[in-house]
């Protein structure tokens, strides 16, 4: 399987969550972060989305120090996200170890910042976390929609450097209803150079070779692993 699968860990409060589309007052805890990455890691997983749900609400990063002992415990890439907002933020998230990081309001709100950012930092270290209501982007935790086109959007960072893409289907997460097959593939064709990252909705394996076969360079599972609609064998045996 080429398919990148990417397991999510959601912050909230030190604890490893799960909201339903974005619904900070639908909050599932799970436990502990860093048994959660391990465990990952064990499964020969690669790599580690990581968002701190309390950054993105806040305006700056909440959880480094998590973010810390997950790369300073484990082998795990990790690209991190919530709540990036100023060029220091950019900087400890790197310090703490993460290998990437994820912009998405800062990509709609400051595109000047970010495009300040790609120059000093590289464009290969930032994944553009597109994520979409109504073909709309969403901002803030989710918590505002735009009247930026998705496409449109997506279009304009990858005429400034992005490569990689992490388009969440705002209404398919924590759904486990399957992710939006059509979407991706109308993106795919759209930008068949980018690594596009699917995100919402995952259900089980199928969801997962369905998306490999579709030619998708990867993909973020989190509340199909911990409702253990995916089991960590099922993930050993696709990596």
Not at 166 to 188: H, K, N, V, W
Request: proline share 3%; hydrophobic share 40%; charged share 25%.
């Amino acid at each position: 399987m080429s398919l990148k699968i990417i397991p999510a860990i959601d912050l909230s409060e030190g604890q490893c969550v799960r909201l339903r589309q974005g619904d900070y007052a639908a909050k599932t805890v799970y436990g502990d972060p860093l048994q959660m990455a391990r465990d990952f890691e064990g499964t020969g997983l690669p790599a580690l989305h990581l968002v701190d749900l309390d950054g993105a609400k806040a305006g700056s990063p909440q959880n480094l120090e998590v973010l810390r002992q997950i790369c300073e415990t484990t082998d795990l890439e990790v690209d991190f996200g919530g709540g990036l907002r100023k060029k220091e933020d950019v900087a400890r998230s790197f310090e703490a170890g993460a290998q990437q990081v994820t912009v998405g309001s800062i990509a709609a709100r400051q595109p000047e910042v970010l495009e300040a950012w790609l120059k000093e930092f590289g464009a290969e270290k930032f994944i553009l976390g597109a994520d979409a209501k109504q073909g709309k982007i969403a901002v803030g935790g989710w918590l505002e929609k735009t009247e930026l086109d998705l496409v449109e959007f997506i279009a304009a960072w990858e005429q400034r450097g992005i490569s990689t893409v992490l388009c969440t289907a705002i209404e398919r997460d924590g759904m486990l209803s399957g992710p939006d097959f059509s979407l991706y593939s109308q993106l795919m064709i759209r930008f068949p150079q980018l690594n596009l990252i699917a995100s919402g909705g995952v259900s089980n394996a199928a969801d997962l070779d369905r998306l490999n076969e579709m030619g998708m360079y990867g993909v973020v599972v989190g509340k199909a692993i911990y409702e253990g609609k995916i089991t960590l064998e099922e993930l050993k045996a696709r990596c």
